[in-house]
């Protein structure tokens, strides 16, 4: 259905009296906060993009379709009342079929400014879902079969994912609650490490440990996808290496184009793909640069898109774009002790933007990157795996 969605104007917790049962906050806009940027195309491209939109399965492999308060020094309070906004505006105009929503994780202070706390996370799911609950676009996400149900209905099929193991402490058992929640996908570890493994913030590598490894072994018994996107290098391979289905890299890009720990190295990329996983290219403000593109924008994003399909094939890259609605740039400032932004960095000197051009928030990131894989002559079929199809594929092998 692409951009037909049954959107009906619903707003988060309109159930609720705003500004009674719970502090409002004066929001940004969905969609407009910042000029429109469109990937120009002849009349021939522009049918085959809008054809493109309509038809395939598109899914993202990680975004984050929340919308921020205007003023970004409210964002502390904002979070510690744990009603986070959905932006189902913005979802309904972006032609997504799936997201695979990854919550407010480190950055949800509801009891503690450090983030990652248990409570914090079962506050977080079940308050997300009674807000879904309270209207009829976006859907639980449990099976690749409800993407397609979402897909024919114009519906966005929306899965609980967690960036980070962190919060289950020693307790592996808390993985199968956090599955029972609804979470589907969940990442090892974040930037700095936890009992899994290393996170990527480390100076010494040590790896996936061994409940590391007990943790992976029940992820694919339940059925819930991995992530490994924050992780060390060495994390990543013990990760790939002991998972007996493929991995997720779902939001990263290539070191081979910037000398960042938060891009991997071709031997971990390699790895993934050999292992039959997706890796997801992100655009988060300051991420997917280049030396031939230091200004972050559709660009350089899509020349670490084109790096990884050269070199691991187009069976093994997706899109995980990792946006928001809001002021992204301001908030990575607001929270750069809690997500490491400078550790993870490209080295020397990065060239600061407002926003990344083309890649704002989820409302314009795929329609733009189906317009840009149009005018540069890639193939529907490619298109299609691409946008979403490779996403399915390794879904339906984790989720069964």
Same mark, same amino acid.
């Given at each position: ?44 491209? &522009? ?41 189902? #505006? ?266 990344? &051009? ?38 339906? #092998?984790?989720?069964?």
């Amino acid at each position: 259905m692409g951009m037909n969605k049954i959107y009906r104007g619903y707003k988060s917790y309109q159930y609720l009296e705003h500004g009674v049962d719970y502090e409002a906050f004066e929001l940004v806009e969905e969609i407009g906060r910042v000029p429109l940027y469109v990937v120009v195309l002849s009349g021939v491209e &522009e049918e085959r993009a809008k054809r493109l939109l309509n038809d395939c399965v598109i899914v993202s492999l990680h975004d984050h379709p929340s919308v921020m308060p205007k003023d970004v020094s409210q964002i502390w309070d904002y979070e510690s009342q744990g009603r986070e906004v959905t932006g189902y #505006e913005g979802l309904s105009v972006s032609a997504m079929d799936a997201v695979l929503d990854n919550m407010t994780d480190g950055t949800g202070p509801i009891t503690s400014k450090m983030g990652w706390k248990w409570s914090d996370i079962i506050f977080d799911l079940g308050m997300r879902s009674c807000d879904i609950a309270h209207q009829e676009m976006v859907i639980h996400c449990e099976r690749v079969d409800d993407i397609v149900r979402a897909h024919d209905n114009g519906q966005v099929a929306l899965a609980f994912c967690l960036e980070s193991a962190t919060m289950i402490e020693n307790e592996i058992d808390r993985i199968d609650i956090l599955y029972g929640l609804g979470v589907r996908m969940m990442g090892i570890v974040y930037s700095e490490s936890n009992a899994l493994g290393t996170g990527l913030r480390e100076t010494r590598d040590g790896g996936l440990s061994f409940f590391g490894r007990q943790a992976v072994h029940r992820m694919n018994q339940l059925g819930m996808a991995i992530d490994v996107s924050h992780a060390s290098d060495l994390t990543c391979l013990d990760t790939i290496e002991v998972s007996r289905v493929p991995v997720f890299i779902t939001h990263a890009g290539a070191r081979g184009l910037i000398d960042s720990a938060r891009m991997k190295p071709d031997e971990v990329l390699i790895a993934c793909a050999q292992n039959g996983g997706v890796i997801g290219i992100e655009a988060a403000p300051h991420t997917t640069i280049t030396e031939k593109h230091p200004h972050h924008n559709i660009e350089s994003f899509m020349e670490h898109f084109e790096y990884c399909v050269n070199l691991v094939g187009i069976d093994h890259v997706g899109f995980g774009p990792d946006v928001l609605f809001g002021d992204h740039v301001s908030l990575h400032h607001a929270f750069s002790g809690h997500m490491s932004i400078e550790q993870s960095r490209a080295k020397g000197r990065v060239n600061e933007v407002s926003y990344v &051009e083309g890649l704002e928030n989820p409302s314009e990131t795929f329609p733009n990157i189906i317009r840009w894989l149009v005018k540069h002559n890639y193939a529907d079929d490619e298109i299609e795996k691409a946008i979403g199809g490779n996403a399915l594929r390794v879904l339906r #092998e984790a989720w069964y």
